[in-house]
């Protein structure tokens, strides 16, 4: 598995964005009638599944270091690029799944998803996630 950092950024006054990336591992399973293929994201401490319909979901640990707190998002984002996750061309912006305040040097488990049916045309082409995870407050 080949990831990518594309390291942080400072987003705003007292933000943070972490960005990690990796290339799509496609489900090879069986599907029934009515199912939809996915393809699938692994990130090592987070993991993603995109459905052929749009359906996204992402889950995952965050940890925080500093004893005050702050605010986490967990968020994904899809793009196409050649062998994976090389030139990529995201197709949107990050969408965030999740929203937790964190303290005491907390790791806690994000988790969420939706449906963006304008990914279901670009299902087939897309080879590349990023995991995006932003801070606001005491950051790391």
């Not at 640990?61 to 986490?72: D, L, P």
Request: proline letters at 3%; aromatic letters at 8%; glycine letters at 10%.
């Amino acid at each position: 598995m080949a990831l990518s950092f594309t390291g942080l950024s400072i987003a705003g006054a007292g933000e943070i964005v972490k960005r990690q990336q990796t290339p799509v591992k496609k489900s090879m399973q069986w599907l029934a009638p009515g199912d939809t293929a996915k393809s699938e994201f692994d990130f090592g401490e987070a993991k993603a599944i995109l459905r052929g319909d749009g359906e996204w979901f992402i889950e995952g640990m965050v940890k925080h270091n500093r004893v005050r707190c702050a605010t986490y998002r967990l968020g994904i984002r899809f793009g196409v690029g050649s062998k994976g996750c090389a030139n990529v061309e995201w197709i949107a912006e990050p969408i965030y799944a999740s929203s937790r305040k964190q303290c005491n040097s907390a790791i806690l488990n994000h988790s969420g998803g939706n449906i963006m049916p304008e990914l279901s045309a670009d299902f087939e082409k897309i080879t590349c996630a990023q995991k995006v995870i932003k801070c606001s407050g005491v950051c790391n």
